[in-house]
């Protein structure tokens, strides 16, 4: 089992920086590729990056590559979202997951390999 807690959100204006966080419980937490998910009001839940649990092999969704960095200190259990040059299309709550077993040597994209979730954080970026 592993509780995640992001924190980090908050309202920006466009062009600004916020970076998130997410802390895991647990002693496996190096066992499991992380990712970063959000979703829209009236959108699905949708991919936004992830980083497997040998920190080498990362994954962005188009939308963010080159903008946002996901990074994971596992002497700390946790993984990170740097965003930068943020807009207003990034505005959504936020999730991180944890994805275990085979899946967690990449960086999946879907949410139905990730076994376990995070409650959220909400990220608004004003024009």
């Known amino acids: 089992q592993v509780q995640l807690v992001e924190s980090g959100g908050g309202l920006v204006q466009a062009g600004e920086s916020l970076r998130l966080s997410c802390a895991a419980s647990?002693?496996?937490?190096?066992?499991?590729?992380m990712g970063w998910f959000r979703q829209a009001p009236g959108k699905e839940r949708e991919f936004v990056a992830a980083?497997?649990?040998?920190?080498?092999?990362?994954a962005y969704a188009d939308s963010v590559k080159g903008r946002f960095t996901i990074s994971r200190d596992n002497a700390k259990n946790t993984v990170y979202l740097q965003m930068n040059s943020l807009k207003p299309e990034d505005s959504a709550v936020y999730y991180c997951?944890?994805?275990?077993?085979?899946?967690?040597?990449?960086?999946?994209?879907?949410?139905?390999?990730?076994?376990?979730w995070g409650q959220g954080t909400q990220v608004t970026v004003s024009s």
């Open positions: 980083i497997a649990r040998s920190v080498s092999i990362t």
């Open positions: 997951a944890a994805a275990s077993g085979a899946y967690s040597w990449s960086a999946p994209r879907q949410r139905v390999l990730y076994d376990y």
């Open positions: 647990g002693r496996t937490f190096s066992s499991y590729a």
